[in-house]
C-alpha cells in the first residue's frame, strides 16, 4: 500500500472506531433527523396525497441538517492534543486527511441515510412509482455533495470564532444546486410521472461532485496550511 | 493620486445627476408599464455593476491563491491565456451551439475583458493588495446586488402584480447574494492572520458554484412554466442610451466607492502593522 492511501486509511480506520465506540455523532445525527421529521409532520398533513411532491425535499432537507451536526464534529476532535497542529507539520499530504475524513462522513451520513428511510416510508407512507434503482445513485451523488464540501467548509470553519454556526452559513449557499438537483431527482422518481425523468438531476448531481471534489483537493492544502 | 480621488468624486455627482436627469426626463415612458418602468435605469446598472464586481472578487481570489507559489502563478497565466483563446476561437468554430441571441463577437469580447482584467489586476496589485481588492469588490458588490434585489420587487409589484417570483434570474441574484453575504461572514469571523486563505478559497468556490446554480435553476423553473413572463422584445435605442449612461454613473460610483473602501483597508492595515511593529521594538527600548 502506497503511503497516501495507507495514511487515509488509518485516518479512516481510526475515526470509524472511535465512531464505533462512542456513536456520539450518529446518535445525535439520528437524534436530530428524528425531531426534524416529527416538527415538518406539524407544518403540513403528512397524510394528504400531496405530500407526495415535497416528500423529497422534506428528506433531504432532514438529512442536511443532520449531517451538519456530523460535520461539526470532524475536525474538533482533531483539536484536542494538538493532534491537526501535529498533522500540518509532519510531511504526510494533506489531501489524504481530507479524503480520510471524506469518507468517514460519507459513512456515518450514509448509515444515517439507511436507518432513516424506512422511519420516512412509515410516517409519510411513501410509495415508489417510478424506477426506484436510480434512488441508488442519487443517495451516493447526493450524500457525497453535501459531504465533500460539508468536510472542507468544517476545516474552514475550524479557524473562526464560533465554528459550529460558521459551518451552515457557509455550506448552505453552496449546496443550494445540489440540494437542488438531489430534491428534484428524488421527487420525480416518487411521483413517477412518465413525462419527466430525473436522468438530468442526476447529471447535474455528478457533475457538481466532480467540480467541488476537484475544488477541494487543489484548495484543501492551501487552508489546512493557512497561517 | 490624492488630487484625482475629489475630481473624480465631483465628475461621479455631475455624472449620476446627469443620469438621472436622463431617466426620470429625457428617457420615452413606456407603452405598456409607464413610468414605473424608469426603475430599469438603476435596477439593471446595479446588477451589471454587481456582477463586475463579483468577477473582479473571483480574480483578485484566484490570483491570492496562485501568487503563493511561483510555479502555480506561471501555470495559472498559461491556462488564462489558453482560455482566452479558446473563448476567441470556440464561438466561431461551435456557432450553432450558442443560444438564440448570443453573437460570437459578444462572447469573444467577454473573452478578452477576462484575460484583460486578469492580468491588469496582476499588474496593479501586489500578493496582499490582491485581497484588499477581493474585500473591497465583495463588500461593493454585495451593497450594488443589495440595490439589485431591493429595487426588482419594487418595480414588479406594480408590473407583474407580485412581489417576487421564483424565476431563474431572481433565484440566481439571490443565491449569488448568499453566497458573497457568507463570504463577508467568514471575513468577519475568522482571525485575522487566516482570513484572506479563507475567504480567496470559498470565493472560488463561490464561483465554481455560480453556473451549476443558474443551470440548475434555468432548468427547474423550465419545467414548470411560470404565469407571469416580463416583457421581452427589443429595447428602444433611446432607451438603451440612457441605459448606457446611468450604467457608465454607476460604474464611476462603484469605482469611487470602491477607491476610498480600499484606501481605509490599506490605512488599516498600515495602523495594524505598524502597532505590532512596536509592540516587537518595545522591550528592546526598555532594555537600553
Given at each position: 500500500m502506497s503511503a497516501p492511501t495507507g495514511i487515509t486509511w488509518a485516518t479512516l480506520t481510526k475515526d470509524v472506531r472511535l465512531e464505533w465506540r462512542s456513536k456520539d455523532a450518529i446518535n445525535s445525527m439520528l437524534f436530530f433527523a428524528l425531531l426534524v421529521v416529527v416538527v415538518f409532520s406539524?407544518?403540513?398533513?403528512?397524510?394528504?396525497?400531496?405530500s407526495r411532491q415535497i416528500a423529497g425535499g422534506l428528506v433531504w432537507v432532514a438529512f442536511l441538517f443532520a449531517a451538519v451536526v456530523a460535520l461539526n464534529q470532524t475536525w474538533a476532535r482533531e483539536l484536542r492534543n494538538q493532534v491537526l497542529d501535529a498533522y500540518r507539520v509532519?510531511?504526510?499530504?494533506?489531501n489524504s486527511l481530507f479524503v480520510a475524513k471524506a469518507l468517514g462522513n460519507f459513512i456515518f451520513v450514509s448509515v444515517l441515510e439507511a436507518l432513516m428511510t424506512p422511519l420516512f416510508i412509515v410516517f409519510y407512507k411513501l410509495r415508489v412509482l417510478?424506477?426506484?434503482?436510480?434512488l441508488i445513485p442519487v443517495a451516493i451523488l447526493g450524500t457525497w455533495a453535501i459531504v465533500v464540501n460539508g468536510t472542507f467548509f468544517a476545516a474552514m470553519s475550524l479557524?473562526?470564532?464560533s465554528r459550529e454556526i460558521m459551518l451552515p452559513l457557509l455550506l448552505f449557499p453552496i449546496t443550494i444546486p445540489a440540494l437542488l438537483s438531489m430534491v428534484e431527482a428524488t421527487t420525480t422518481i416518487l411521483v413517477?410521472?412518465?413525462?419527466?425523468?430525473?436522468k438530468f438531476w442526476i447529471v447535474l448531481l455528478a457533475t457538481y461532485d466532480v467540480v467541488f471534489t476537484t475544488g477541494c483537493l487543489a484548495l484543501f492544502g492551501t487552508v489546512l496550511h493557512a497561517e | 493620486m490624492k488630487k484625482a480621488f475629489p475630481i473624480l468624486g465631483l465628475l461621479t455627482a455631475a455624472l449620476l445627476s446627469y443620469a438621472l436627469y436622463q431617466a426620470l426626463v429625457v428617457a420615452p415612458t413606456e407603452q405598456?408599464?409607464?413610468?414605473?418602468?424608469?426603475i430599469f435605469y438603476y435596477h439593471v446598472p446595479s446588477a451589471w455593476t454587481a456582477f463586475l464586481l463579483f468577477f473582479i472578487n473571483f480574480l483578485a481570489s484566484i490570483q491570492y491563491l496562485v501568487r503563493r507559489d511561483q510555479k502555480t502563478d506561471t501555470i495559472a497565466n498559461w491556462v488564462v491565456i489558453a482560455l482566452g483563446v479558446l473563448v476567441c476561437i470556440a464561438p466561431y468554430a461551435f456557432?450553432?451551439?450558442?443560444?438564440?441571441?448570443?453573437?460570437p463577437s459578444s462572447v469573444v469580447t467577454t473573452g478578452i475583458v477576462f484575460v484583460g482584467l486578469y492580468f491588469l489586476i496582476k499588474r496593479l496589485f501586489s500578493e496582499q493588495q490582491t485581497d484588499m481588492l477581493a474585500l473591497t469588490t465583495a463588500e461593493v458588490g454585495v451593497v450594488f446586488c443589495t440595490v439589485v434585489l431591493v429595487t426588482g420587487p419594487l418595480w414588479a409589484r406594480?408590473?407583474?402584480?407580485?412581489?417576487?417570483?421564483?424565476?431563474v434570474r431572481l433565484t440566481s441574484t439571490l443565491v449569488l447574494w448568499l453566497i458573497y453575504v457568507s463570504y463577508l461572514v467568514l471575513r468577519r469571523f475568522?482571525?485575522?492572520?487566516?482570513t484572506p486563505v479563507l475567504a480567496a478559497a470559498l470565493a472560488v468556490f463561490g464561483a465554481l458554484d455560480v453556473p451549476l446554480v443558474y443551470f440548475s435553476i434555468w432548468f427547474f423553473r423550465t419545467q414548470h412554466p411560470q404565469p407571469v413572463v416580463g416583457g421581452g422584445g427589443s429595447i428602444d435605442p433611446r432607451m438603451l442610451r440612457v441605459l448606457l449612461i446611468n450604467w457608465v454613473a454607476f460604474l464611476c460610483f462603484a469605482f469611487l466607492v470602491c477607491w476610498s473602501r480600499y484606501r481605509l483597508e490599506r490605512t488599516k492595515r498600515e495602523v495594524e502593522e505598524t502597532q505590532a511593529l512596536e509592540a516587537l521594538l518595545e522591550p528592546r527600548s526598555a532594555l537600553r
Open positions: 406539524f407544518s403540513f398533513d403528512p397524510e394528504a396525497e400531496e509532519s510531511p504526510a499530504p494533506a417510478g424506477p426506484a434503482w436510480q479557524r473562526t470564532r413517477g410521472d412518465p413525462s419527466t425523468s430525473a | 405598456t408599464m409607464g413610468d414605473v418602468q424608469r456557432r450553432t451551439l450558442l443560444p438564440a441571441g448570443v453573437y406594480p408590473v407583474w402584480g407580485i412581489w417576487w417570483t421564483w424565476d475568522s482571525s485575522s492572520g487566516q
